[in-house]
């Protein structure tokens, strides 16, 4: 049974930074790709980045040059550094992970994550 669990969102400044942080129970890593979704309200969750067991990584178009996503693989923990943050990227996110077989980039897909986090918020004001 895979555990996640989120931390470091908060309330910052357009153009500001943040850390997002994903707690994962061990060997996640070497058996599962991981990612970061983001729900905004009244809008449907969206992947914004994932890493594959094998490093490789993808991005939202929306997020591509600003967020970027890595992992710990002693700590167990994966990150999501969050540079020049708009308003548009206010969201609650969530840390997931799945083991649906791929090709060479791990999916950015909601249907292809099998196990989930409970959340952190982020508010990004203008």
């Known amino acids: 049974q895979v555990q996640l669990v989120e931390s470091g969102g908060g309330s910052v400044q357009a153009r500001g930074s943040l850390r997002l942080s994903c707690a994962a129970s061990?060997?996640?890593?070497?058996?599962?790709?991981i990612g970061w979704f983001r729900q905004a309200p009244g809008k449907e969750r969206e992947g914004v980045a994932a890493i594959g067991v094998n490093g490789r990584t993808t991005y939202a178009d929306s997020v591509k040059g600003r967020f970027t996503i890595s992992r710990d693989n002693i700590g167990n923990t994966l990150y999501l550094q969050m540079n020049r943050l708009e308003p548009e990227d206010t969201a609650m996110y969530y840390c997931?992970?799945?083991?649906?077989?791929?090709?060479?980039?791990?999916?950015?897909?909601?249907?292809?994550?099998?196990?989930w986090g409970q959340g952190t918020q982020v508010t990004v004001s203008s």
């Open positions: 061990k060997n996640t890593f070497s058996t599962y790709y």
């Open positions: 997931a992970a799945g083991s649906v077989p791929y090709y060479v980039l791990p999916p950015l897909r909601e249907a292809d994550f099998g196990y």
